[in-house]
């Protein structure tokens, strides 16, 4: 990625008026402020400043990934049914979001063979994984990828929440017993509350306690505080975490030990995911392990899915103001914004090019507003965009010997001296 690019340049537009066929405030904001670009419903695009941060959300994953023994790869999106219907989840009854698409056989179009269109990858890397576990001693294992998952949503109405066509972070762990598999589920959960508070919602996130669906009998939800939500949670503040509505009953309580605690009812968007799996799929598909005494043993998987535009899509929900997009720094499509206010003054303009240059020489981060608009325009766009710093150039800072920089999140105002601006 290139580290600045000129507003003059960027072929994107922002626009003012709200797209009428939006009902969320993610997409709004993001199509306004050209991030993304809608295809129809529930297929966006990412336009430039969307794909920075989209890149960025994907970065923060990928390092805390790595940090826990991830290792990255890719699969195909093309998946061969064989496999599926050995865990039985081909047919549209088991599996009810599935694309599925055809081979050409013949020289005429013929409907040949049935393909899958990936929206999970549980069966084929159990499947590849058999061509490279065979003894305890390659276990444990823990394989990610970011890769496009596609899912005929029937209600696609949150904006990049829930598309169509989207990209997950999907991982999955392999180990040889309940006990070591625990322990990751417990170290990929920490890692998910730090992967969400480096990209500004920790402080409304909460691991929630969910159902598991046909895999087990529980699953962990990263619910964020949110009235975009979907979901709805029960959050008990004393442990710092939360039950889905769909599970809340008197049993469940009892389990968690949280009988007579008073729990706060939140709508919440679930950007994150964890499942133990056991053996379902290893079963299935015949992952199997020797022991030490030799003995063949099934494979103890679980599975871990964030959508990293989900994310980006949650952060515009809980950051966004009235004005426009919030970003926090470490996801934000650049660091600064540079605004040069020259009403047409040689001196004010050379200056803003020159600290430009500067700024980019040092590799920052810039988006430069160096159009010839009104400031009115300026300012508005640049509220909407929603990078965290704006650095003003204009008469008046030219007289000052200082920029004035602004704090988008804050609106708070100060000056600062080049040299330390460029130390930053
Ligand atoms: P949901 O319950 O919201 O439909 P899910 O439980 O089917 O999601 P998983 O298969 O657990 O989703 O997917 C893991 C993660 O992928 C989710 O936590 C979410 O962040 C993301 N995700 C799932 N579906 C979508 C979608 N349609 N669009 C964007 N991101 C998605
Ligand atoms: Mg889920």
Redesign the pocket.
């Known amino acids: 990625m290139t580290h600045t690019i000129r507003q003059s340049v960027l072929f994107t537009k922002t626009r003012k008026d709200t797209p009428k066929d939006e009902v969320s405030k993610n997409a709004q904001l993001l199509i306004r402020a050209g991030y993304i670009h809608k295809e129809m419903a529930g297929v966006y695009s990412l336009l430039p400043l969307g794909l920075r941060t989209f890149n960025n959300v994907v970065q923060v994953i990928r390092e805390e990934m790595d940090a826990i023994g991830g290792q990255e790869m890719i699969m195909t999106a093309l998946q061969d049914p064989e496999v599926w219907k050995t865990s039985g989840r081909w047919e549209d009854t088991a599996v009810d979001i599935w694309f599925k698409t055809h081979l050409h056989s013949g020289e005429q179009y013929h409907e040949g063979a049935e393909l899958g269109i990936a929206n999970?990858h549980e069966e084929p890397l159990t499947r590849m994984l058999k061509d490279h576990i065979s003894s305890y001693k390659d276990l444990p294992k823990f394989i990610y990828q970011f890769q496009t998952?596609f899912?005929n949503?029937t209600r696609a109405k949150s904006g990049?929440?829930?598309?169509?066509e989207?990209v997950?972070k999907?991982l999955y762990s392999f180990n040889t017993d309940e006990k070591s598999f625990r322990e990751f589920y417990e170290k990929c959960a920490e890692a998910y509350l730090r992967i969400f508070n480096r990209i500004g919602i920790g402080e409304k996130t909460y691991r929630t306690f969910a159902s598991g669906g046909s895999f087990s009998r529980f699953s962990d939800?990263?619910q964020t505080i949110s009235d975009a939500g979907?979901d709805m949670i029960y959050i008990n503040d004393t442990t710092g975490t939360a039950l889905n509505k769909e599970v809340n009953t008197t049993e469940v309580i009892k389990d968690l030990g949280w009988e007579g605690v008073s729990l706060r009812e939140e709508r919440a968007i679930?950007?994150?995911?964890i499942?133990p799996l056991g053996t379902r799929f290893s079963d299935a598909i015949g992952l199997t392990y020797k022991n030490e005494e030799g003995e063949e043993l099934p494979v103890v998987m679980g599975s871990y899915?964030?959508?990293p535009?989900?994310?980006m899509g949650t952060v515009a929900e809980v950051l966004s103001d009235e004005r426009g997009l919030v970003w926090p720094e470490e996801i934000a499509p650049f660091k600064y914004h540079l605004v040069v206010l020259d009403n047409g003054t040689e001196e004010v303009r050379k200056e803003a090019e020159r600290l430009f240059r500067e700024m980019e020489s040092r590799s920052m981060s810039v988006l430069f507003d160096d159009r010839d608009v009104r400031v009115g325009e300026k300012f508005a766009d640049s509220d909407l965009i929603g990078i965290p710093k704006r650095v003003i150039v204009s008469e008046k800072t030219l007289a000052a010997g200082e920029y004035e920089l602004v704090t988008r999140a804050t609106g708070a105002t100060t000056y600062i001296r080049e040299q330390e601006l460029l130390d930053n």
């Open positions: 999970t998952k899912r949503e990049i929440m829930r598309t169509r989207f997950m999907d939800e990263f979907e679930e950007v994150g995911n499942f899915g964030i959508g535009a989900r994310a």
